[in-house]
């Protein structure tokens, strides 16, 4: 059965550095879907970026991007000029040709001015 | 940007008794999902819908629930008697392409049960 770990329970960044989210799954697949969520104290979840297993290069979206390493199986998330607004929990999820999106424990990000 | 809708947004409720939660996913999204979330730990599966039926379900669905598209445009879960430990935050998905591009979230119902 697919995994997915986060094994950072909480992170912290100071305003406009950068920061990197951790995420490792576990699969026997070689075609699948990968995504980092964001939840913010509202609780809405927000997709922030996606990758496709397939594709090689890594997904960049503003000033998030990540980092896939398919042989190690790992899906970093990076945040490059941290806001205030990102403070957050984020969850990586993996998808595959089932209905379901697999959510890993989540990471909390606080963000100090 | 399209939404999905989810209503109420809190919901108190007495043991024992059923509670029906609303969504009104993207109209022309084809896949809908309910997961829930019990506070401070990992969202979780309940269920997947599509061509009005359940594609797939998790053991945590189990008799007590029920979903239904009454209508073409609302998605509902229903809890049947309500337990302490169904007290959850539960999130409405959709997709339009099974998920492949992400699914869209609702922002959730709160369910307490007192």
């Known amino acids: 059965a697919q995994t997915v770990t986060q094994s950072q329970p909480e992170m912290s960044v100071q305003e406009a550095e950068t920061v990197t989210l951790s995420c490792t799954y576990d699969t026997s697949e070689s075609d699948y879907y990968l995504f980092w969520y964001k939840q913010p104290p509202s609780r809405q979840m927000i997709l922030v970026i996606r990758?496709?297993?397939?594709?090689?290069q890594n997904a960049t979206e503003n000033r998030f991007s990540v980092n896939f390493q398919k042989a190690a199986k790992s899906f970093s998330l990076k945040i490059s000029d941290s806001q205030l607004g990102d403070a957050a929990m984020y969850f990586c999820?993996?998808?595959?040709?089932?209905?379901?999106?697999?959510f890993g424990t989540g990471t909390r990000l606080q963000v100090f001015p | 940007e399209p939404e999905v809708t989810q209503t109420p947004s809190h919901q108190v409720t007495q043991m024992g008794q059923e509670v029906i939660l609303r969504c009104v996913p993207i109209s022309n999204h084809l896949y809908f999902y309910w997961y829930r979330q019990i506070l401070g730990q990992k969202v979780e599966f309940l269920v997947s819908?599509?061509?009005?039926?359940?594609?797939?379900k998790s053991e945590i669905f189990d008799d007590q629930f029920s979903v239904e598209r009454p209508d073409g445009s609302n998605f509902t879960l229903k809890i049947r008697s309500t337990k302490l430990e169904d007290s959850a935050m539960y999130f409405c998905a959709s997709s339009g392409d099974r998920g492949f591009y992400g699914y869209t979230f609702g922002s959730g119902t709160r369910l307490t049960v007192v």
């Open positions: 990758q496709e297993a397939y594709k090689q």
């Open positions: 999820a993996y998808h595959r040709d089932t209905d379901k999106l697999i």
């Open positions: 819908f599509y061509n009005n039926e359940i594609s797939e």
